[in-house]
């Protein structure tokens, strides 16, 4: 199916607290891509893997390719308000002849400040 | 570079009508173009590929019939809801990519769709 597993689904944290979410897949991939959505917009890429155990950051997110080619990890170090939103994993998959990008569920980040 | 422009942001429609979604690729030219729909507090899923100067391909139950795409230059994709019920609310997204950048897929600002 299309979904990628995404968790956890929301998370409610305090700002400067750190945060972590994963996503993972019954399938092997070649590409990861960690997107973030704001209220009425469209989701923007924030960090991109091409490789199996390839560490990337991107300011005070950090994004790993997992060893099995089968997950993903994001991190947020000392959240700010502006960190509100909700995250997703996407991969790139090859459907019927054509590259399509599938999404997981997402995370819905909350922080109180 | 790569901006995706979509209008319009928000429309409200009866119940019987249609409506018209546009998605412009304003610096950059795209051979295909891809509709999403979101539900709240639900993921992207996508509709359809927007294919230029052919059919677009549509993802396995969305009604072709009823979610007319339309590509007819290198910066412009159209999706029309036809005959729109309340069921058909929803927050359409578009998005493109830029050639020479295979992960550089960039998303609409969205269409937030209210039937009533």
């Known amino acids: 199916g299309q979904q990628l597993n995404q968790s956890p689904q929301s998370m409610f944290i305090q700002e400067g607290e750190d945060v972590s979410m994963n996503c993972t897949s019954s399938s092997i991939f070649n590409t990861w891509l960690w997107y973030k959505q704001e209220p009425g917009e469209g989701p923007v890429l924030l960090i991109a893997?091409?490789?199996?155990?390839e560490l990337t950051s991107n300011g005070r997110l950090t994004a790993q390719f997992g060893i099995t080619r089968k997950d993903s990890f994001l991190n947020i170090s000392a959240s700010i308000p502006s960190d509100v939103g909700i995250y997703f994993c996407?991969?790139?998959?090859?459907?019927?002849?054509?590259?399509?990008?599938?999404f997981g569920q997402g995370t819905r980040l909350t922080i109180n400040p | 570079g790569a901006v995706v422009s979509q209008h319009p942001s928000w429309v409200i429609c009866k119940s019987g009508t249609s409506v018209k979604i546009e998605c412009r690729s304003l610096d950059f030219q795209a051979t295909t173009m891809f509709w999403y729909r979101q539900f709240p507090k639900q993921s992207l899923m996508l509709m359809a590929t927007?294919?230029?100067?052919?059919?677009?391909?549509?993802e396995q139950g969305v009604e072709k019939d009823k979610f007319l795409i339309n590509h007819a230059s290198l910066t412009l994709s159209t999706l029309t809801v036809t005959s729109a019920h309340p069921e058909d609310s929803s927050f359409y997204i578009c998005?493109?990519?830029?050639?020479?950048?295979?992960?550089?897929?960039?998303f609409g600002s969205g269409t937030r769709l209210t039937v009533v």
């Open positions: 998005s493109a990519r830029r050639q020479g950048t295979p992960y550089g897929y960039t």
């Open positions: 927007s294919n230029e100067g052919s059919k677009a391909t549509y």
């Open positions: 996407a991969q790139l998959r090859a459907i019927q002849g054509a590259q399509k990008l599938v």
């Open positions: 893997l091409y490789k199996a155990g």
